[in-house]
């Protein structure tokens, strides 16, 4: 089975409901990896500021950030090797490395509320 790692930036949650607005990138992300979880996919999400240790302990991660900094975030590892930094992996992106199927548009659109497509939270 592949493992898929992403190693978030600094951010007080992983699904971007936290703030006066919602982003909905981390949404997407987080609802897209949810979807795999239900499928028995293992995706592993650590987060800058809840998990530090995860970064420094990783020889892959460790050796990014001291090369490139922050601004590098979010990196997305498949079996320890890189395969995305910068941005979070499209669904198409996760769909073909994982070999699964996932929906290629999230049901959440950008519209700065916390409404979805069966009402609001």
């Not at 979880?37 to 991660?61: A, W, Y």
């Amino acid at each position: 089975m592949k493992r898929l790692e992403i190693f978030d930036p600094a951010m007080c949650c992983s699904t971007g409901v936290c703030g006066p607005s919602i982003d909905s990138e981390l949404m997407r992300i987080s609802t897209t990896i949810n979807s795999l979880k239900e499928k028995r996919i293992v995706i592993k999400r650590h987060g800058l500021s809840t998990e530090p240790q995860d970064f420094v302990s990783n020889k892959t991660m460790n050796a990014l950030l001291q090369k490139e900094g922050v601004d590098i975030l979010p990196v997305t590892l498949l079996d320890g090797e890189v395969v995305k930094t910068k941005t979070y992996p499209t669904n198409e992106e996760l769909s073909q490395w994982l070999e699964v199927k996932i929906a290629s548009e999230s049901p959440w659109k950008s519209n700065s509320s916390c409404c979805g497509p069966k009402g609001c939270c």
